[in-house]
């Protein structure tokens, strides 16, 4: 149930296309079982009709569902009626607006006045341009010529309004000859045309089939004045008619939307000749106001093509009234004399075309004066042609979009179908059928699409759901990557289901990359703002598949400040590490565990105690990125620094000597000695904790140390300097040196072979007392 509560407007759709082909199949069925002859008489009392009381059952409900379906034309052209008097009342109006034109002078003057004072300035700087000319004698001809323009020009231009309300005036003339030629006894020109096209005849039941059609007759003429109610009152009354024939209610329907048709027709042609006359009215009085300044312009060096399209724009439009009513005339007249010639029946009836085709003759004029219009150059009927025409299409794309269209996305968005090639092929089939139906419907909701992707991102969620299939197919391809997060999570807070049929429509119809693109874009909106504790927290709270995708989604930052969270938990470090081998490509892994190095190079205590917990991707990217100092810290403060050294080793060997350089216990893995190590080390930042696991280390410094070392170990402090000077002091106190400096730096140069200390211990005797405590 829930499933065709969904899909109403489809299955809505289809039953319309169902009742529409069961009323012309049935039609034809009923039609072979009538003789077929040319004229036949009236039945006699008694006789036999063609009714289906006897019939089968489908036969009786066809009867009714014909009658229905003609009801509705009924409801719908009285609605068209309505608003034909509407419009047609504007168009008279506007008629009336342009044969009175005089009526908008007092506006007119008055911007006229302002124009002519401007122009007025103008033929100031052009007779000082002319002096000036003259004057310097510079193309005395030209200056002549102009003076001559100048003269004339002065003169006209105090009366542009006069010259242009007299051309107005002789075309609405001529106009006007055609305007009450086109009125008998006073009425409305809509009424004229209305009554001329016989649209009256609906109800005129008198066929030349001799169907007898009273009863359809007085139900719908019962109805009549129900207006809105119209439709329930004929369909009320339809099914009280058990005895009427099954001709009959076909007839019925079909000179209901017939005329339902051609009375739309022509209230399109009434609509856009409203719009051309109001339009006339409006540019006549801007360039009746602006007429000084173009005339102005025909003496103005390289500004006559202004004078001349303002020259050429007055006389289309001036001119576009008359040819306009002249030929409405025409077709008014011309379908009047002929459906005055033609039998009373209605235009529906196949014996007597004469009617039908009268009136077509007649629209196709009356749409050929808008074409006049439109060949005139008249300003807004390019305008005005194009959404009548794109209105037109629209309306016929409609039922194609929201049927088989409709079906055709709903198909192509159903998991079941799309789990079959059949399924795929049929899906797609119907769906090309109902794009190629929709037509321009769907280029206009692509049009709304365009639009709305450049509203304010807030407004998104609320008009998408009204841009089609098709719209919002092209809305989701033209939102920016940056924008796209912030639209889903609005969506799915106003509208749950088109935000899963939009995440559907994602994966059947734009592609899994798009699919994925979205998700990411959603997850990362999910995610602004957080970082540390509460990203790692809000990451937490999901199971690990979301957990997946979720750090796909994120970004190079997040992601690291995601490991450095996760980084004591060995676990999940193996998940990151499986997940960006899995989910990542080789450049976005690069960047992960680069950016992984970096941020937990911020903390290097908490590398130090963790660091051989971590997977290997992890451990290269923190030697990789870690600076000299970096390193240092992290070797002086971990519980296994050989291992260490040994991983530096292995990944960038390069930078051992820098670590070694405060651990000189090691020296043996870089292929030197601690004494090597201990002369360019710097002893302040070696750390207590390797002096004490080294016993023999404070004796090899002592004995090794350069001088610039001393004061380094002295202002140092801690073990290291208790240590060392206690060695150095081990040094001086034997019993062949017995604390002489001499004697010491003696025993620095030949024993220990260290220049540096003994040529201290010469040269500065009192800062090496002080220093050694001695």
């Known amino acids: 149930m829930n499933f065709f509560i969904k899909n109403k407007k489809v299955f809505s759709a289809l039953a319309f296309i169902a009742v529409f082909v069961i009323v012309f199949s049935v039609a034809s069925y009923a039609s072979a ?23 089968p059952w489908w036969s009786w409900a066809a009867k009714y569902a014909v009658g229905a379906f003609g009801a509705i034309g009924v409801a719908f052209m009285q609605l068209l009626a309505l608003f034909a008097a509407l419009v047609g009342g504007v168009f008279d109006y506007a008629v009336d607006m342009n044969l009175n034109f005089s009526t908008n002078m007092g506006v007119i003057t008055d911007g006229w006045k302002i124009s002519r004072d401007i122009a007025n300035i103008f033929f100031i700087l052009v007779l000082l341009s002319i002096a000036i000319m003259t004057i310097l ?61 016989k649209l009256q005849s609906v109800w005129n039941f008198q066929s030349a089939s001799a169907v007898s059609q009273s009863n359809f007759q007085s139900i719908v003429l019962s109805a009549a004045p129900a207006g809105i109610g119209t439709l329930y009152n004929v369909i009320k009354g339809l099914f009280g008619t058990a005895t009427d024939t099954f001709e009959q209610a076909v007839a019925f329907a079909k000179i209901a939307w017939g005329n339902t048709i051609l009375l739309a027709v022509l209230l399109f042609v009434m609509i856009v000749a409203t719009a051309f006359l109001i339009i006339r009215i409006a540019v006549l009085a801007i360039l009746l106001v602006v007429s000084p300044i173009a005339f102005i312009a025909m003496i103005l060096p390289k500004a006559e093509h202004i004078w001349q399209k303002w020259w050429s724009t007055f006389f289309s439009h001036a001119f576009f009234f008359p040819a306009f009513l002249f030929l409405m005339y025409f077709s008014v007249t011309f379908i009047s004399r002929i459906s005055n010639a033609t039998q009373a029946s209605n235009f529906m009836d196949a014996n007597n075309p004469a009617l039908l085709m009268a009136y077509f003759v007649a629209v196709v004029m009356m749409i050929g004066s808008l074409i006049i219009a439109k060949q005139m150059g008249a300003y807004g009927a390019d305008a005005v042609m194009k959404t009548a025409t794109t209105g037109r299409q629209w309306v016929a794309g409609y039922a194609g979009s929201q049927t088989i269209g409709r079906l055709g996305a709903r198909l192509q968005q159903s998991q079941t179908m799309q789990k079959t090639n059949i399924g795929r092929r049929f899906s797609a089939a119907v769906a090309g059928v109902g794009s190629k139906t929709a037509g321009s419907y769907q280029k206009t909701k692509d049009e709304k699409a365009e639009w709305l992707s450049k509203q304010a991102p807030s407004e998104w969620a609320k008009g998408y759901k009204g841009l089609g299939t098709s719209g919002r197919e092209k809305f989701l391809q033209s939102i920016p990557e940056q924008a796209r997060g912030k639209f889903l999570a609005d969506l799915k807070a106003n509208d749950p289901s088109m935000y899963e049929s939009t995440m559907n429509t994602l994966k059947v119809r734009l592609g899994a990359k798009q699919l994925k693109d979205f998700e990411k874009a959603e997850m990362q909106f999910g995610m602004k703002g957080l970082k540390g504790s509460a990203l790692a927290t809000h990451v937490n709270s999901m199971n690990p598949d979301e957990q997946k995708k979720t750090f796909k989604a994120m970004d190079d930052i997040q992601r690291s400040d995601l490991s450095n969270e996760w980084a004591s938990d060995s676990k999940k470090m193996a998940d990151l590490n499986d997940w960006a081998n899995s989910e990542l490509d080789l450049a976005e892994q690069g960047k992960f565990f680069e950016a992984s190095g970096r941020r937990m190079l911020q903390d290097t205590n908490k590398i130090a105690s963790i660091f051989d917990s971590l997977p290997e991707e992890f451990k290269n990217a923190v030697i990789e990125k870690g600076s000299k100092e970096d390193l240092q810290r992290i070797a ?106 001499k004697k010491l730096a003696y025993e620095y140069e030949n024993v220990h072979k260290n220049t540096s200390m003994a040529t201290w211990l010469r040269g500065k005797p009192n800062a090496a007392k002080s220093a050694l405590n001695l």
Request: without cysteine.
């Open 33 to 55: 079982a009538v003789p077929d002859t040319k004229a036949p008489a009236p039945a006699p009392a008694g006789a036999a009709t063609t009714d289906l009381q006897g019939s």
């Open 137 to 197: 004698r510079v193309s005395s001809y030209q200056a002549k010529t102009m003076f001559f323009k100048f003269v004339v020009v002065a003169l006209l231009i105090n009366f542009s309004l006069s010259f242009g309300l007299i051309l107005i005036d002789f075309t609405n003339i001529l106009g006007k000859g055609f305007y009450e030629a086109m009125k008998p006894g006073g009425q409305s020109i809509s009424t004229t045309i209305t009554s001329g096209a």
């Open 636 to 741: 002086s403060q971990t519980a296994a620094p050989d291992k260490f050294i040994d991983d530096i080793m292995r990944r960038a060997p390069t930078k051992a000597p820098d670590v070694i350089s405060i651990l000189p216990s090691y020296a043996s893995k870089i292929g030197k000695t601690t004494s090597q190590v201990i002369v360019t080390a710097d002893l302040t930042k070696i750390p207590d904790s390797h002096v004490a696991a080294n016993p023999g280390l404070a004796k090899e410094i002592a004995q090794n140390m350069r001088s610039k070392q001393v004061q380094q170990v002295v202002d140092r402090g801690g073990k290291l300097a208790t240590d060392v000077l206690a060695e150095i002091k081990a040094i001086a106190n034997q019993p062949h040196i017995g604390k002489d400096l």
